[in-house]
């Protein structure tokens, strides 16, 4: 069973930073790919960034040059660097590992806020 674990959220004012984290449980987390996503109220899950096993990452258009993605498989844990943040980008992000493309597991989301 794996269990994926956000944390890392909170307020910021516009402009300012934030580190999510994500740490999963079991063996399996350096073999696949990792993703981040966000929803904020009335709007539908969106994809962030992702990951690959091997490192390959993209994002969304509208964090790009902003947000970086990154794993470090020795602690299980993937990470999202947000910097620059903008009201807009307030929602609750979740990260999702991709064990086959009909299997993925969801954390429970952490609420980012950006807002002075």
């Known amino acids: 069973q794996v269990q994926l674990v956000e944390s890392g959220g909170g307020l910021v004012q516009p402009g300012g930073s934030l580190r999510l984290s994500c740490a999963a449980s079991?063996?399996?987390?350096?073999?696949?790919?990792m993703g981040w996503y966000r929803q904020a109220p009335g709007k539908q899950r969106e994809l962030v960034a992702r990951?690959?096993?091997?490192?390959?990452?993209n994002y969304v258009e509208t964090v790009k040059g902003r947000f970086t993605i990154s794993r470090d498989n020795a602690k299980n844990t993937v990470y999202l660097e947000m910097n620059s943040l903008k009201p807009e980008d307030t929602a609750v992000y979740y990260c999702?590992?991709?064990?086959?493309?009909?299997?993925?597991?969801w954390g429970q989301g952490t609420q980012v806020t950006v807002s002075s």
């Open positions: 990951i690959t096993s091997g490192g390959t990452t």
């Open positions: 999702r590992l991709d064990q086959t493309v009909f299997t993925v597991h």
């Open positions: 079991g063996s399996i987390f350096s073999m696949y790919a």
